[in-house]
């Protein structure tokens, strides 16, 4: 199917930018965000689409994740005191 959409020239933009940070070119870029969107509402269950999406996800992102996060996740998310300082 091909399909032609019109954009103000301020999401055209957004689009570009957007794809370009992924390495994607704007069309590929849409319709993945087509496609995901299409699939939310598929009526999959929230929990599967996430570990799906948690899956996907590099190495290196779990790599830099705090090692005392779950102990200390008031101080990451909300700039809290430690409670066991390092």
């Given amino acids: ?5 019109y954009l103000p020239d301020e999401q055209e933009a957004t689009l570009n930018a957007k794809a370009q940070e992924k390495g994607l070119s704007a069309e590929e870029f849409a319709q993945q965000v087509l496609a995901h ?3 939310a509402s598929s009526g999959e269950p929230f929990w599967k689409a996430f570990t799906d999406r948690m899956h996907s ?3 290196e992102v779990f790599e830099r994740l705090p090692t005392d996060g779950a102990s200390e996740h008031d101080h990451y998310l909300y700039g809290s005191a430690r409670r ?3």
């Fill in 1 to 5: 199917m091909t399909l032609t959409i």
């Fill in 57 to 59: 996800l590099p190495d």
């Fill in 84 to 86: 066991n300082p390092q």
């Fill in 37 to 39: 969107e299409l699939e």
